[in-house]
Protein backbone atom coordinates (compact mmCIF):
# COMPACT_ATOMS: atom_id res chain seq x y z
CA UNK A 1 0.00 0.00 0.00
CA UNK A 2 2.80 2.20 0.88
CA UNK A 3 3.60 2.18 -3.09
CA UNK A 4 -0.04 3.75 -3.75
CA UNK A 5 1.07 7.06 -3.32
CA UNK A 6 3.97 7.10 -5.20
CA UNK A 7 2.34 5.57 -8.15
CA UNK A 8 -0.42 8.73 -7.93
CA UNK A 9 3.18 11.17 -7.48
CA UNK A 10 4.57 9.43 -10.42
CA UNK A 11 1.37 9.91 -12.20
CA UNK A 12 1.01 13.17 -11.66
CA UNK A 13 4.46 14.34 -12.60
CA UNK A 14 4.32 12.13 -15.92
CA UNK A 15 1.41 14.44 -17.06
CA UNK A 16 2.71 17.78 -15.65
CA UNK A 17 5.75 16.91 -18.46
CA UNK A 18 3.64 15.44 -21.06
CA UNK A 19 1.63 18.82 -20.86
CA UNK A 20 4.92 20.49 -21.07
CA UNK A 21 6.04 18.67 -23.86
CA UNK A 22 3.01 19.23 -25.66
CA UNK A 23 3.10 22.09 -27.83
CA UNK A 24 0.72 24.94 -27.10
CA UNK A 25 -1.51 25.84 -30.77
CA UNK A 26 -2.01 29.07 -28.84
CA UNK A 27 1.54 30.45 -28.06
CA UNK A 28 3.36 32.57 -30.74
CA UNK A 29 -0.18 33.45 -32.63
CA UNK A 30 -1.04 36.36 -32.11
CA UNK A 31 -4.52 38.20 -30.94
CA UNK A 32 -6.31 39.54 -34.78
CA UNK A 33 -9.21 41.57 -33.27
CA UNK A 34 -11.28 42.10 -36.58
CA UNK A 35 -8.11 40.93 -39.01
CA UNK A 36 -8.13 38.54 -41.27
CA UNK A 37 -6.98 35.70 -38.79
CA UNK A 38 -9.90 36.37 -36.48
CA UNK A 39 -12.12 33.61 -36.00
CA UNK A 40 -15.48 34.75 -37.06
CA UNK A 41 -18.48 34.51 -34.86
CA UNK A 42 -21.48 32.05 -35.71
CA UNK A 43 -24.00 33.85 -37.80
CA UNK A 44 -27.97 34.21 -38.52
CA UNK A 45 -27.41 30.92 -40.86
CA UNK A 46 -25.89 28.58 -38.25
CA UNK A 47 -28.14 29.45 -35.79
CA UNK A 48 -30.99 29.24 -38.00
CA UNK A 49 -30.08 25.56 -38.78
CA UNK A 50 -29.48 24.74 -35.00
CA UNK A 51 -32.68 26.41 -34.06
CA UNK A 52 -34.31 23.73 -36.84
CA UNK A 53 -32.69 20.37 -35.92
CA UNK A 54 -33.67 21.33 -32.35
CA UNK A 55 -37.33 21.98 -33.46
CA UNK A 56 -37.46 18.70 -35.20
CA UNK A 57 -35.78 16.80 -32.53
CA UNK A 58 -38.30 18.03 -29.73
CA UNK A 59 -41.12 17.12 -32.20
CA UNK A 60 -41.82 13.74 -31.59
CA UNK A 61 -42.22 14.75 -28.10
CA UNK A 62 -44.16 17.49 -28.34
CA UNK A 63 -46.87 15.04 -30.63
CA UNK A 64 -46.54 12.73 -28.22
CA UNK A 65 -47.52 14.89 -25.21
CA UNK A 66 -49.94 16.90 -27.14
CA UNK A 67 -51.99 13.86 -28.33
CA UNK A 68 -51.76 11.93 -24.88
CA UNK A 69 -53.43 15.50 -23.28
CA UNK A 70 -56.40 15.08 -25.35
CA UNK A 71 -59.20 12.54 -25.23
CA UNK A 72 -59.55 9.21 -27.01
CA UNK A 73 -61.37 11.23 -30.02
CA UNK A 74 -59.32 13.88 -30.57
CA UNK A 75 -57.66 12.45 -33.85
CA UNK A 76 -60.84 11.63 -35.43
CA UNK A 77 -61.71 15.16 -34.86
CA UNK A 78 -58.30 16.63 -36.46
CA UNK A 79 -55.17 17.65 -35.81
CA UNK A 80 -55.05 18.89 -32.42
CA UNK A 81 -52.76 22.16 -32.38
CA UNK A 82 -52.87 22.82 -28.72
CA UNK A 83 -52.53 20.75 -25.55
CA UNK A 84 -55.34 19.70 -24.03
CA UNK A 85 -56.50 18.84 -20.15
CA UNK A 86 -56.37 15.11 -20.35
CA UNK A 87 -52.97 14.30 -19.78
CA UNK A 88 -53.20 13.42 -15.97
CA UNK A 89 -56.43 11.55 -17.12
CA UNK A 90 -54.42 9.52 -19.50
CA UNK A 91 -52.00 9.21 -17.21
CA UNK A 92 -53.97 7.60 -14.55
CA UNK A 93 -55.01 4.91 -16.95
CA UNK A 94 -51.80 3.88 -17.75
CA UNK A 95 -51.07 3.13 -14.17
CA UNK A 96 -54.14 1.10 -13.97
CA UNK A 97 -53.62 -0.80 -17.44
CA UNK A 98 -50.49 -1.99 -16.96
CA UNK A 99 -47.34 -2.29 -13.85
CA UNK A 100 -45.89 1.18 -14.53
CA UNK A 101 -43.70 1.19 -11.78
CA UNK A 102 -42.50 -2.18 -11.85
CA UNK A 103 -41.66 -1.97 -15.02
CA UNK A 104 -39.97 1.51 -14.35
CA UNK A 105 -37.87 -0.33 -11.89
CA UNK A 106 -37.14 -2.83 -14.06
CA UNK A 107 -35.57 -0.97 -16.31
CA UNK A 108 -33.58 0.99 -14.26
CA UNK A 109 -32.23 -2.01 -13.09
CA UNK A 110 -31.64 -3.30 -16.35
CA UNK A 111 -29.80 -0.08 -17.88
CA UNK A 112 -27.78 0.55 -14.88
CA UNK A 113 -26.27 -2.49 -14.45
CA UNK A 114 -25.77 -3.06 -18.47
CA UNK A 115 -24.01 0.59 -18.46
CA UNK A 116 -21.93 -0.22 -15.38
CA UNK A 117 -21.01 -3.65 -16.85
CA UNK A 118 -20.22 -2.24 -20.86
CA UNK A 119 -18.32 0.76 -19.08
CA UNK A 120 -15.90 -1.31 -17.10
CA UNK A 121 -15.33 -4.27 -19.22
CA UNK A 122 -14.86 -1.93 -22.65
CA UNK A 123 -12.30 0.05 -20.60
CA UNK A 124 -10.59 -2.88 -19.47
CA UNK A 125 -10.34 -4.33 -23.32
CA UNK A 126 -9.46 -0.77 -25.22
CA UNK A 127 -6.69 -0.52 -22.48
CA UNK A 128 -5.23 -4.11 -23.35
CA UNK A 129 -6.24 -3.44 -27.30
CA UNK A 130 -4.47 -0.06 -27.34
CA UNK A 131 -1.27 -0.41 -24.80
CA UNK A 132 -0.50 -3.46 -24.68
CA UNK A 133 1.86 -5.58 -26.82
CA UNK A 134 0.58 -9.34 -27.51
CA UNK A 135 0.86 -11.79 -30.13
CA UNK A 136 -2.79 -11.56 -32.30
CA UNK A 137 -4.13 -8.45 -30.96
CA UNK A 138 -4.65 -6.66 -34.29
CA UNK A 139 -6.35 -9.74 -35.63
CA UNK A 140 -8.86 -10.26 -32.42
CA UNK A 141 -9.78 -6.56 -32.20
CA UNK A 142 -10.65 -6.63 -36.46
CA UNK A 143 -12.55 -10.07 -35.29
CA UNK A 144 -14.16 -7.56 -32.27
CA UNK A 145 -15.36 -5.39 -35.11
CA UNK A 146 -16.11 -7.45 -37.93
CA UNK A 147 -19.09 -8.83 -35.22
CA UNK A 148 -20.77 -5.33 -35.19
CA UNK A 149 -21.72 -6.60 -38.99
CA UNK A 150 -23.94 -9.54 -37.56
CA UNK A 151 -27.80 -8.65 -37.17
CA UNK A 152 -28.77 -9.12 -33.81
CA UNK A 153 -31.52 -10.70 -35.16
CA UNK A 154 -29.62 -13.97 -36.19
CA UNK A 155 -28.59 -14.68 -32.56
CA UNK A 156 -31.70 -14.78 -31.14
CA UNK A 157 -32.57 -18.08 -31.40
CA UNK A 158 -29.52 -19.51 -29.95
CA UNK A 159 -29.60 -17.01 -27.76
CA UNK A 160 -32.86 -17.80 -26.72
CA UNK A 161 -31.93 -21.22 -26.09
CA UNK A 162 -29.21 -20.50 -24.00
CA UNK A 163 -31.28 -18.86 -21.58
CA UNK A 164 -33.49 -21.57 -21.94
CA UNK A 165 -30.77 -23.95 -20.90
CA UNK A 166 -30.14 -21.71 -17.91
CA UNK A 167 -33.51 -21.39 -16.78
CA UNK A 168 -33.19 -17.46 -17.07
CA UNK A 169 -36.04 -17.41 -19.37
CA UNK A 170 -38.65 -14.50 -17.70
CA UNK A 171 -36.06 -12.88 -15.31
CA UNK A 172 -34.10 -10.09 -15.70
CA UNK A 173 -30.48 -12.01 -15.78
CA UNK A 174 -31.86 -13.01 -19.76
CA UNK A 175 -31.26 -9.37 -20.61
CA UNK A 176 -28.80 -8.21 -18.29
CA UNK A 177 -26.13 -10.81 -19.30
CA UNK A 178 -26.16 -10.75 -23.39
CA UNK A 179 -25.48 -7.05 -22.82
CA UNK A 180 -22.64 -6.97 -20.15
CA UNK A 181 -19.82 -6.30 -22.87
CA UNK A 182 -20.16 -4.46 -26.58
CA UNK A 183 -18.20 -4.53 -29.62
CA UNK A 184 -18.83 -0.75 -29.92
CA UNK A 185 -17.65 0.19 -26.97
CA UNK A 186 -14.66 -1.92 -26.95
CA UNK A 187 -14.00 -0.05 -30.03
CA UNK A 188 -14.84 3.24 -28.46
CA UNK A 189 -12.52 2.81 -26.07
CA UNK A 190 -9.62 1.39 -27.54
CA UNK A 191 -9.68 4.13 -30.48
CA UNK A 192 -9.98 7.08 -27.35
CA UNK A 193 -7.56 5.45 -25.12
CA UNK A 194 -4.57 4.80 -27.68
CA UNK A 195 -4.54 8.57 -28.53
CA UNK A 196 -5.71 10.24 -25.08
CA UNK A 197 -3.24 8.11 -22.62
CA UNK A 198 0.63 8.39 -23.49
CA UNK A 199 2.82 5.62 -23.49
CA UNK A 200 5.53 7.30 -21.79
CA UNK A 201 3.25 7.87 -18.39
CA UNK A 202 1.95 3.87 -18.23
CA UNK A 203 6.09 3.39 -18.84
CA UNK A 204 7.07 5.72 -16.18
CA UNK A 205 4.20 4.43 -13.85
CA UNK A 206 5.44 0.64 -14.14
CA UNK A 207 9.62 1.23 -13.98
CA UNK A 208 8.25 2.82 -10.53
CA UNK A 209 7.02 -0.80 -9.35
CA UNK A 210 3.16 -0.92 -10.37
CA UNK A 211 1.47 -3.60 -11.69
CA UNK A 212 -0.47 -2.99 -14.68
CA UNK A 213 -3.63 -3.17 -13.39
CA UNK A 214 -2.31 -0.38 -11.20
CA UNK A 215 -1.23 1.17 -14.25
CA UNK A 216 -5.25 0.67 -15.53
CA UNK A 217 -6.67 1.97 -12.32
CA UNK A 218 -4.73 5.04 -11.50
CA UNK A 219 -3.57 6.14 -14.87
CA UNK A 220 -5.95 4.22 -17.51
CA UNK A 221 -9.24 4.96 -15.86
CA UNK A 222 -8.78 8.60 -15.22
CA UNK A 223 -7.85 9.05 -18.70
CA UNK A 224 -10.57 6.87 -19.97
CA UNK A 225 -13.22 8.77 -17.73
CA UNK A 226 -14.81 11.77 -20.43
CA UNK A 227 -15.35 8.32 -23.09
CA UNK A 228 -16.63 6.30 -20.32
CA UNK A 229 -19.51 8.90 -19.56
CA UNK A 230 -20.61 8.65 -23.27
CA UNK A 231 -20.32 5.61 -23.79
CA UNK A 232 -22.17 4.77 -20.38
CA UNK A 233 -25.02 7.46 -20.99
CA UNK A 234 -25.54 5.99 -24.48
CA UNK A 235 -25.73 2.64 -23.76
CA UNK A 236 -27.87 3.34 -20.98
CA UNK A 237 -30.61 4.92 -23.17
CA UNK A 238 -29.70 2.52 -25.55
CA UNK A 239 -30.58 -0.97 -23.23
CA UNK A 240 -33.91 1.29 -21.88
CA UNK A 241 -34.88 1.70 -25.38
CA UNK A 242 -34.35 -1.67 -26.19
CA UNK A 243 -37.56 -3.44 -27.12
CA UNK A 244 -36.58 -6.36 -29.37
CA UNK A 245 -35.20 -9.04 -26.94
CA UNK A 246 -37.23 -7.87 -23.90
CA UNK A 247 -40.47 -8.71 -25.72
CA UNK A 248 -39.34 -12.17 -26.45
CA UNK A 249 -37.35 -13.03 -23.09
CA UNK A 250 -39.59 -11.14 -20.30
CA UNK A 251 -42.93 -12.44 -19.22
CA UNK A 252 -45.78 -9.70 -19.55
CA UNK A 253 -45.87 -9.76 -15.76
CA UNK A 254 -42.04 -8.62 -15.14
CA UNK A 255 -41.58 -6.60 -18.08
CA UNK A 256 -39.15 -3.79 -18.78
CA UNK A 257 -40.83 -0.03 -19.60
CA UNK A 258 -40.88 -0.81 -23.52
CA UNK A 259 -42.40 -4.47 -22.96
CA UNK A 260 -45.30 -2.69 -20.73
CA UNK A 261 -45.89 0.11 -22.91
CA UNK A 262 -46.51 -2.47 -25.67
CA UNK A 263 -49.21 -3.82 -23.69
CA UNK A 264 -51.75 -1.05 -23.86
CA UNK A 265 -52.06 -1.66 -27.54
CA UNK A 266 -53.32 -5.48 -26.97
CA UNK A 267 -57.33 -4.63 -27.42
CA UNK A 268 -59.00 -4.23 -30.42
CA UNK A 269 -59.57 -0.93 -29.81
CA UNK A 270 -55.93 1.54 -29.48
CA UNK A 271 -56.58 4.63 -27.37
CA UNK A 272 -53.96 6.19 -28.87
CA UNK A 273 -54.06 9.08 -26.09
CA UNK A 274 -53.35 6.86 -23.14
CA UNK A 275 -49.98 5.13 -25.66
CA UNK A 276 -49.04 8.41 -26.25
CA UNK A 277 -49.13 9.53 -22.66
CA UNK A 278 -47.44 6.33 -20.98
CA UNK A 279 -45.01 7.20 -23.90
CA UNK A 280 -44.30 10.67 -22.43
CA UNK A 281 -44.08 9.16 -19.05
CA UNK A 282 -41.24 6.71 -19.87
CA UNK A 283 -38.96 8.97 -21.95
CA UNK A 284 -39.15 11.70 -18.79
CA UNK A 285 -36.32 9.98 -17.35
CA UNK A 286 -34.03 9.73 -19.91
CA UNK A 287 -34.80 13.79 -19.78
CA UNK A 288 -33.76 14.20 -16.65
CA UNK A 289 -30.47 11.61 -16.99
CA UNK A 290 -29.53 13.90 -20.07
CA UNK A 291 -29.85 16.93 -18.07
CA UNK A 292 -27.93 16.02 -15.51
CA UNK A 293 -24.90 14.44 -17.48
CA UNK A 294 -24.91 17.18 -20.08
CA UNK A 295 -22.34 19.15 -19.14
CA UNK A 296 -19.86 15.54 -19.00
CA UNK A 297 -21.59 14.57 -22.47
CA UNK A 298 -20.17 18.03 -23.97
CA UNK A 299 -16.92 17.81 -22.39
CA UNK A 300 -16.45 13.59 -23.94
CA UNK A 301 -17.56 15.23 -27.39
CA UNK A 302 -15.34 18.23 -27.30
CA UNK A 303 -11.89 16.01 -25.76
CA UNK A 304 -13.01 13.65 -28.78
CA UNK A 305 -13.01 16.37 -31.15
CA UNK A 306 -9.71 17.74 -30.01
CA UNK A 307 -8.33 14.29 -29.78
CA UNK A 308 -9.79 13.68 -33.60
Known amino acids: ?7 RQT ?75 NFLANAAKVFDSIPFWKAMGNSILVSTVTAASVVIFSTLAGFAFAKLRFRGSKGLLVFVIATM ?27 IVPGIVTAFGVFWMTQYLRDALPDELIEAVRMDGASMIQ ?65 VLA ?4 LLLFIAAGRQLVSGIMQGAVKG
Not at 20 to 48: E, F, K, M, V
Not at 244 to 249: A, D, K, S
Not at 283 to 286: K, Q
Open 149 to 175: AVPTQLGVVPLFIVMAKLGWTGTLWAV
Open 11 to 85: AGKGAAMAAANRPNPRAGRPRNRGGAGDIRRPGLLTYGSLGAVLLASLFPLYWSFLVGSHDSTALSRGIPLLPGG
Open 1 to 7: MSSIPMI
Open 283 to 286: TIPL
Open 215 to 279: AFWYVGLPAARPAAAMLALFTFVATWTNFFWPFIVLDPSNPTLPVALQLLQAAHFVDYSVVLAGA
